[in-house]
């Protein structure tokens, strides 16, 4: 039987015991039901994890654990791959976070592009923010992630810039491309596989050529993933899985 995961603050272990508030401890007790003697997996967020095993359920509700055995798993991804996704309509940016958090994203960077409709301000931009985090969290969890990925604050894309040590993408579908646009797969190194890469993904209406070149000029290096145009919510999907697949972290 696979074990529920749940991920805990470290603050709430003191020496084997484990004491879990809130949204967790409710949906431990109220929705899943569980009861003294239950089993589940307690991971911090770091790479650390236990098997637990429910002690007591407190009205409120709180649930009571004692961890019995540290546990050696190895579910994260060689290759950090980090995500510049320029913030979609609707909450198609929730489906973003969702996926490639499942997929094994090390971190999602929410961007605002000069084609970018959606900006959120303020609160409403706070708001999303703490959302994405949320969904980040309970993917981890359901997908069985060691790690929990980052997922910053909005940025400009003057406040972009790309870690020259590693390889940073940019999706570019637009025409005529600019001379180093290749394909995905041709742009990264083959053997050993990268430690880390970064991919940035437009809007609706794409990036512009300008965009690109200020991107380029900086280090980045515009890539296709082929010839068909990708809605902005499937390219970030499809890019973070391309290169893991290429890191061997996937297939």
Same mark, same amino acid.
């Given at each position: 039987? *696979?074990?529920?995961?749940?991920?805990?603050? $470290?603050?709430?272990?003191? +020496?084997?015991?484990? !004491?879990? /508030? +809130?949204?967790?401890?409710?949906?431990?007790?109220?929705?899943?039901?569980?009861? !003294?003697?239950?089993?589940?997996?307690?991971?911090? +967020?770091?790479?650390?994890?236990?098997?637990?095993?429910?002690?007591?359920?407190?009205?409120?509700?709180?649930? /009571?654990?004692?961890? *019995?055995?540290?546990?050696?798993?190895?579910?994260?991804?060689? &290759?950090?791959?980090?995500?510049?996704?320029?913030?979609?309509?609707?909450?198609?940016?929730?489906?973003?976070?969702?996926? &490639?958090?499942? %997929?094994?994203?090390?971190?999602?960077?929410?961007?605002?592009?000069?084609?970018?409709?959606? !900006? $959120?301000?303020?609160?409403?931009?706070?708001?999303?923010? /703490?959302?994405?985090?949320?969904?980040?969290?309970?993917?981890?969890?359901?997908?069985?992630? %060691?790690?929990?990925?980052?997922?910053?604050?909005? %940025?400009?894309?003057?406040? &972009?810039?790309?870690?020259?040590?590693?390889?940073?993408?940019?999706?570019?579908?637009? +025409?005529?491309?600019?001379?180093?646009?290749?394909?995905?797969?041709?742009?990264? $190194?083959?053997?050993?596989?990268?430690?880390?890469?970064?991919?940035?993904?437009?809007? /609706?209406?794409?990036?512009?050529?300008?965009?690109?070149?200020?991107?380029?000029?900086?280090?980045?290096?515009?890539?296709?993933?082929?010839? !068909?145009?990708?809605? *902005?919510?499937?390219?970030?999907?499809?890019?973070?899985?391309?290169?893991?697949?290429?890191?061997?972290?996937?297939?």
């Amino acid at each position: 039987m *696979t074990l529920c995961r749940v991920f805990v603050d $470290p603050r709430s272990i003191q +020496g084997s015991r484990l !004491r879990i /508030e +809130g949204r967790d401890a409710f949906h431990m007790a109220r929705v899943l039901r569980m009861s !003294r003697g239950d089993r589940f997996i307690a991971a911090d +967020g770091s790479g650390v994890s236990w098997e637990a095993e429910v002690s007591a359920v407190i009205p409120g509700p709180c649930v /009571e654990a004692s961890l *019995t055995r540290e546990l050696h798993e190895h579910s994260e991804p060689r &290759c950090k791959v980090t995500l510049y996704q320029a913030i979609p309509k609707s909450d198609k940016m929730d489906v973003v976070v969702q996926k &490639c958090t499942e %997929l094994g994203v090390h971190a999602i960077v929410p961007l605002v592009t000069q084609r970018t409709i959606c !900006r $959120p301000e303020g609160r409403k931009r706070d708001s999303r923010v /703490e959302r994405w985090r949320r969904i980040a969290r309970e993917a981890a969890a359901q997908s069985g992630r %060691l790690v929990v990925p980052g997922i910053y604050p909005p %940025l400009s894309l003057d406040e &972009c810039a790309p870690d020259r040590n590693s390889p940073f993408l940019v999706l570019w579908e637009g +025409g005529p491309p600019p001379a180093s646009a290749r394909r995905l797969k041709d742009a990264l $190194p083959g053997s050993p596989p990268c430690a880390a890469a970064s991919v940035l993904v437009g809007p /609706e209406g794409g990036l512009t050529e300008a965009e690109v070149r200020l991107m380029e000029s900086r280090g980045a290096v515009a890539v296709s993933l082929g010839s !068909r145009v990708l809605r *902005t919510e499937t390219a970030g999907i499809v890019a973070v899985a391309l290169i893991l697949h290429g890191a061997g972290d996937l297939g």
